[in-house]
């Protein structure tokens, strides 16, 4: 593999549209980076595959975003980041950040009380993956996690302050609110779209969306290994996909708050 | 390939698990055939892919099964049906059946005003197949169709009669209601476990379960072809899945309201 260079993209990867919620935080952050971003929209969503088959589509795209030339790996999809990050890490060379990792740091400097809750799809909830990461940053902190399976296909019906996604969020959100937390993880890339409805219910909770965390983070790690791009010229964009584009582009400009432009389709026999 | 036998198994296939809604209706009316089931639970679900991916697919399952000797096949997945059922009945030599046009065929047999709503994924109700296929049996019909995207997570969430699945119902049904229709086809393998609570709500519509229509149709096929099972012992039941069967067997035997027993992976290289 050849070196990476500054100029070279950031490469984002998740299973389909949310991982957008990132590229979008990333362009606000570091609005001269060049971005190539990968959903694997012909096999979306993750969340209920079993751990063998998300590690196998996991490391196909990896080897994909490393022959565009990435020069550091974001892992954008909690489920990929639960189950494959550590694999990930194994067989790249380049820097790898994953929203899970980001948003555990971010949980553990933001939690005053050490009572933090975790929000997701139920497969990143049964990994335990935050739990863990948290438990390693803080053996202190205390970690009440809670699976919410309806709040994607809600979020992407566009029904982000529905009567029926506040009734789910009550019902889901119950459990998790008897605990004594001060901090919450939403800890799946589609709901910081729920934002605004969550806080109107979470009160003073604080709300930890690893889409900005990891966008620091991101701008951290560059700066430290001379990788940030110097160049400030119009950024390069580029959208691949596994399936035909056009539910991408519908439910993505909601994702990421502007025309998608170019959207290229990569069959799945090329990964 | 071999001639079909009456003792060869009826081959049903679906994109993951709500097929088995109608492996249960075979069951208790053809108590001794046996069934092969296939579910692409490692690609699930098809309802947001494009054509041409659920068409690959479709025919990789589809050969699939012909390597294991079925007698017919019966596409249990009403985005398959809508998208490739044509394309199934090109390429394969057996008799074939579908959900699409097992449910057409019963609405305009229960309709008496010729009024129809038909409820199902987005995939399914924007391709019209429904309405084409109703339209091709009487062009007098007049075919009222409604995408409830989260009925499906509703169902696999185990909400079957919960107030949030009741308030989803309404909000979908709403503009379905106000139509002149007497007859609502439930266009989608997981909606009939929602028959008790929608029953409730539509008052004196009829409503169309196309799990039943087929095994009606097919009991009637294997007759007219001479391939009713003969032999009276215990049905063989298989199930081939592609992911990990964890959870296929939980939501599964729900689905199929018994026990599933073995279930049997395939690797997606293998298709």
């Known amino acids: 593999m050849a070196t990476s260079l500054p100029s070279h993209p950031i490469g984002v990867f998740d299973s389909g549209v949310g991982g957008l919620t990132v590229v979008r935080a990333l362009m606000d952050r570091l609005p001269f980076e060049n971005i190539v971003y990968f959903g694997d929209t ?8 079993s751990t063998s088959t998300i590690e196998h589509f996991t490391l196909q795209i990896v080897d994909f975003l490393q022959r565009q030339n990435v020069k550091m790996l974001i892992i954008a999809c909690n489920t990929m980041a639960a189950v494959a990050a550590e694999k990930v890490r194994e067989i790249s060379p380049l820097p790898v950040l994953d929203v899970i990792e980001s948003g555990a740091l971010c949980a553990v400097a933001e939690s005053k009380t050490g009572g933090i809750g975790v929000i997701g799809t139920p497969t990143t909830i049964n990994s335990n ?3 863990r990461a948290i438990h390693q940053m803080d053996p202190d902190c205390r970690v009440y996690s809670q699976a919410c399976p309806l709040f994607v296909p809600l979020v992407e019906e566009g029904w982000l302050d529905h009567p029926v996604t506040r009734l789910t969020a009550q019902e889901y959100l119950k ?10 993880v939403l800890g799946c890339t589609h709901y910081p779209l729920l934002k605004p409805m969550l806080s109107t219910m979470t009160g003073n909770l604080k709300l930890v969306d690893s889409a900005i965390a990891i966008a620091d983070q991101t701008a951290e790690l560059l700066q430290q290994q001379g990788l940030a791009n110097t160049q400030r010229g119009m950024p390069d964009y580029r959208y691949f996909v596994t399936d035909v584009p056009l539910n991408f582009r519908n439910v993505g400009e909601r994702f990421l708050g502007r025309n998608l432009g170019a959207i290229e389709q990569v069959s799945l026999d090329r990964l």
């Open 42 to 49: 012909a096999r979306v969503p993750y969340g209920v595959k």
């Open 129 to 131: 993956a935050y739990a």
């Open 175 to 184: 459990p998790v609110f008897v605990e004594q937390i001060d901090t919450l």
